[in-house]
């Protein structure tokens, strides 16, 4: 059988960046609440001519710039901070990537499960005709209201993925765990244009969809625990997959290590929990982007994953979760160059927590007719909206 999966991935942020320490000081918070509590350093935060479509065509033309776009006749794009009820983001993306017209173009949304949602449509689309590649944006931007519990764990961030025969990162396994239950943890109604959360109900929900997916994964021919060499988690906020390593710790009964703060000693089998959470500790909560942001920190930080076999979980409220394995291919670390996603992330731009909270309560989301100043140095930016329609250009 052919193998199929991800041959190539990459992260775009935001132009500015808020530390975490600054926001719970400007709080009277102790700063160890959300370093070490929710083990998050930084978070990116979009300038206002970014939105999903600047930032996950950013993230795509690396990509394409590697690969060509020759075999790409699909384009999904995967997101929960959509900026039109009915125009998917990735048509503007494919005009801006310059991709040919004869690509089909959808957004696929289910909170931050959705990234998962394409990366299986797409493999059955390559499983279908091999010769085809196709080109996965998760993108999103996750904002929280101002001196809100999940205020810290806002954040925004793409992942542009490239999908095809015999992949040169990872092949996905064909089983594959899932579990849905209709919830109400975690939602943005239409008219508001931040999320409504009910946090620790979200936590419990993240926690029993695992066990339930790692149970279905178990039922439908997946790999024992003790196959499996690496663990990533979706990231709402770094500390949330070590709650999750946690808990499938409890019901494997397999020894993988609990430890995820860097020092922190390992107390069992090393699954990537540090490795893969250092892009998601600065970037924050990317929602759709989250999981394979975690990927990428993990390809890019160990370099002894060659035939490794990955543990995915990926989570979105509401709440549908997978979890599915792939094998990491011979040559990965020629793929990508590692050190650009560090190099982007310490580029961002910090604000001053004034400067931030003007910011967040600015326009958002809105039809009404603007321009939006020059402030991103991205390949790309939102220009504004004209008679209602959103304008994007490249710089
Ligand atoms: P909270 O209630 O303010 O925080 O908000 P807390 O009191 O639970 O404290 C957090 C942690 O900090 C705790 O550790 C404290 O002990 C610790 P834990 O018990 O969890 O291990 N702590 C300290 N540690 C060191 N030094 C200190 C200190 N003080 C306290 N001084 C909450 C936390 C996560 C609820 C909030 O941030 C929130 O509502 N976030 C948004 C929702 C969320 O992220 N949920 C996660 C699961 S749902 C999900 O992943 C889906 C999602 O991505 C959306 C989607 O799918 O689209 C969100």
């Not at 020092?263 to 990317?286: F, I, Q």
């Not at 400067?355 to 007719?369: F, I, K, M, V, W």
Request: aromatic fraction near 6%; include cysteine.
């Amino acid at each position: 059988m052919t193998a199929i999966g991800i041959h190539d991935l990459e992260l775009a942020t935001g132009h500015y960046v808020v530390s975490l320490t600054d926001l719970a000081e400007s709080k009277d918070i102790a700063p160890g609440k959300f370093v070490l509590g929710l083990g998050q350093s930084e978070m990116s935060v979009l300038a206002p001519d970014e939105d999903i479509v600047s930032m996950g065509a950013s993230a795509a033309k690396p990509l394409l710039e590697r690969n060509g776009t020759d075999g790409i006749r699909t384009l999904l794009f995967a997101t929960e901070s959509g900026v039109d009820q009915s125009k998917a983001a990735g048509v503007a993306a494919l005009e801006l990537l310059g991709l040919p017209h004869n690509v089909r173009v959808a957004e696929i949304k289910q909170a931050c499960y959705g990234g998962t949602a394409a990366l299986q449509a797409a493999l059955g689309i390559v499983s279908r005709n091999p010769t085809e590649r196709v080109l996965i944006i998760a993108a999103d931007n996750a904002r929280y209201q101002l001196d809100s519990p999940g205020e810290p764990t806002q954040g925004a961030g793409a992942v542009a993925m490239l999908i095809t025969a015999d992949p040169a990162l990872l092949a996905v396994e064909p089983a594959d765990g899932i579990s849905t239950t209709d919830v109400d943890d975690f939602w943005r109604p239409n008219d508001s244009t931040t999320a409504v959360v009910n946090g620790k109900l979200s936590i419990d929900a993240y926690l029993d969809a695992l066990t339930d997916a790692w149970g279905d994964l178990q039922d439908h021919g997946g790999p024992a625990i003790g196959d499996i060499d690496r663990i990533l988690y979706h990231q709402p906020y770094t500390k949330m997959a070590k709650k999750a390593q946690q808990r499938l710790r409890q019901v494997t009964g397999d020894d993988i290590s609990t430890a995820l703060n860097p020092g922190d000693e390992v107390d069992g089998r090393d699954t990537g929990l540090e490795t893969s959470a250092r892009y998601n500790r600065r970037l924050g909560n990317s929602y759709t982007a989250s999981v394979y942001s975690a990927l990428a920190s993990l390809l890019d930080h160990d370099d002894s994953l060659a035939g490794d076999r990955i543990g995915i979980f990926s989570y979105g409220s509401g709440c549908v979760s997978e979890f599915f394995t792939g094998i990491v291919q011979d040559g990965y670390r020629d793929v990508r160059d590692a050190g650009t996603i560090d190099a982007a992330l310490d580029r961002r731009v910090p604000l001053s927590i004034d400067e931030y909270r003007a910011l967040h309560q600015g326009p958002h989301g809105t039809s009404a007719d603007e321009v939006t100043p020059q402030v991103t140095d991205a390949p790309f930016r939102f220009a504004g909206v004209h008679e209602q329609a959103r304008q994007y250009e490249a710089r």
